[in-house]
């Protein structure tokens, strides 16, 4: 599906899966952009735009050390309670009498 976008007055018709996203990733580019140049109005809107894209690759790259960051301790966690219910039921299988000759009464 193709999806219009505009930034910077500028629009842009673009292929996306999810046209939602699309517009909404535009939008967040666009305040970003108008954001930074009336913070510098000396930066024109292709370097404010290579800014934006390299803050938002920072963040992203950020998101990501983080998520892996999550994983890893997940990992651990979930090995820490499988090594826990391992030994509990090591410890009660050999707790439990073995399966011998039956005594008569």
Do not use: F, W
């Not at 673009?14 to 996203?21: C, F, P, T, Y």
């Not at 108008?34 to 690759?57: G, Q, Y």
């Amino acid at each position: 599906m193709q999806k219009a976008i505009t930034i910077l007055g500028r629009t842009y018709t673009l292929r996306a899966d999810n046209g939602e996203d699309l517009e909404n990733a535009a939008g967040e580019v666009d305040r970003r952009v108008r954001e930074l140049m009336k913070r510098s109005p000396a930066v024109d809107a292709s370097t404010a735009a290579i800014l934006t894209a390299l803050n938002l690759a920072s963040e992203l790259r950020n998101v990501r050390a983080r998520a892996r960051a999550e994983l890893q301790e997940a990992d651990h966690q979930i090995a820490a309670v499988e090594a826990v219910l391992e030994a509990a039921l090591s410890h009660e299988g050999a707790a439990e009498p073995g399966m011998g000759p039956e005594e008569e009464e």
